[in-house]
Each structure stands twice: as C-alpha cells, then as structure tokens.
C-alpha cells in the first residue's frame, strides 16, 4: 500500500487565522517531507523528518511550524500567513536510512490565504 | 548552472508514437533517479526509479541511465491521451536526503 493521505483536501483562511494541515502514512517509512508547489513549478521542499526528528528546514518563514507527533503522522502549523503563501502543500514519505529512497506524496492541501 | 535541467516544452505527440523525455544532472555523485507523473491540479505520481546504468522497463514506461554523460530519459511507448501530464524529473545525491527536480516537460498526446 503506497498510500499517504492528506487533509483537508482544500482549505480558506484569512492572514490572522491559524490552521493545521495534517498527513498521514502507514506504510513504515521514517522520513517524512512537506513540500510548497505553486502552479507550473516543481515542489519546493521545505522541512524533512527523519526517524520523528527535524534533519532539514530550507530557511522556511517561522509562520509555517512542522511537527511529527510519531512516525506515520506529520502536521504542519500555519499561522499569520500571506496571500503568496497560497499553493499546493505536499505530503511524502519515503523509507529513509540514505538510501535510493523513493519518495510518495499525498494528494496535496490546496490552500488559498485571502 | 541548474543542477537537474529538463526541456520545458511543451512537447506534442501524436498518439501511439514514442514519446521522450529527457533530463541532465550536474552533480556527479547522484545516486538515483526518479520520473514522477503530475496530472494538472494533482499531486506527483512515481512511476519510475532507476539507480543503474542502461535500461529499466516497466509497461510502457523505460528509464535510461548514463551517468558517464550525466542524463536520463524516459521512454513513452504506445502514446496514449492520458499520457498528457507534465513530467518531472528528480535526482537524489548520495548521502542526502533530498531530491532535486527538474523543472517539469508539459507532454501532450495528440488523439
């Protein structure tokens, strides 16, 4: 079962609001990513968990907060965003241990900040 | 220099013809190579890996690996409609945890 899921599959929300996108795996894999893909661009990557501990943040702004409460599941916290903030946030999962690494990613939160 | 360089296209096939995909990497300690599917307002779907040099067949679908010259292509046969996506290539370097992409071929099969 190469399933990661994500939800919510949509989300609206004002810049002063706070919010949670949340993901999902249950197929073992120990690393975990979020990843920002705005429209015609490849994803931009943004924090990796590795074995439920933070090993990359790619300079993201402290508005966005990741946290993995244990290994199949992954949040991120969103608060006092931007309106070019809005995009396509992903969800991956790969085995980890450095590796060839195949990386799975869920269907995406399509966000829009107003 | 971009360190994973794809044609962006769009690249127009007529259907059942070979489509090709191509992609160049700059790093020279790359280890594994991925072909990820992405349908307009959907997420990325894996449809090839390939770690070794030469051919990787899968259906349809064939990976080609040449880290002398540092590319890989993927190879269409069979074009159909729903092959229209764009087509993003990814490099993972030894020891790392990230993958780096390409900018994306748009591909569009012609009925």
């Known amino acids: 079962d190469t399933e990661v899921t994500q939800t919510p599959k949509h989300l609206v929300m004002g810049m002063t609001n706070k919010k949670s996108l949340k993901c999902e795996q249950h197929?073992?894999?120990?690393?975990m990513y979020w990843y920002k893909q705005k429209a015609k661009k490849p994803p931009e990557l943004m924090f990796v968990y590795s074995y439920e501990k933070l090993s990359i943040n790619e300079s993201v702004p402290s508005r966005f907060s990741p946290e993995c409460p244990n290994s199949s599941l992954l949040n991120l916290h969103l608060h006092a965003l931007q309106p070019e903030d809005s995009a396509l946030y992903l969800c991956?999962?790969?085995?980890?241990?450095?590796?060839?690494?195949?990386?799975?990613f869920g269907p995406g939160t399509r966000l829009t900040v107003l | 220099q971009k360190e994973v360089e794809q044609n962006s296209g769009p690249l127009s096939v007529p259907e059942g013809a070979i489509a090709s995909l191509n992609c160049t990497y700059s790093d020279r300690v790359s280890q594994s190579f991925f072909w990820y599917r992405q349908y307009s307002g959907k997420s990325p779907e894996l449809i090839m890996s390939?770690?070794?040099?030469g051919d990787k067949e899968d259906g349809r679908f064939t990976a080609q690996l040449n880290k002398a010259s540092q590319y890989v292509s993927l190879l269409i046969r069979d074009s159909q409609p729903s092959d229209s996506a764009t087509y993003l290539c990814?490099?993972?370097?030894?020891?790392?945890?990230?993958?780096?992409f390409g900018q994306g071929t748009r591909l569009t099969i012609n009925p």
């Open positions: 390939i770690y070794s040099n």
């Open positions: 991956a999962s790969s085995q980890g241990g450095g590796g060839f690494d195949e990386q799975f």
């Open positions: 197929m073992g894999h120990r690393a």
């Open positions: 990814a490099v993972k370097i030894q020891g790392a945890q990230k993958l780096v």
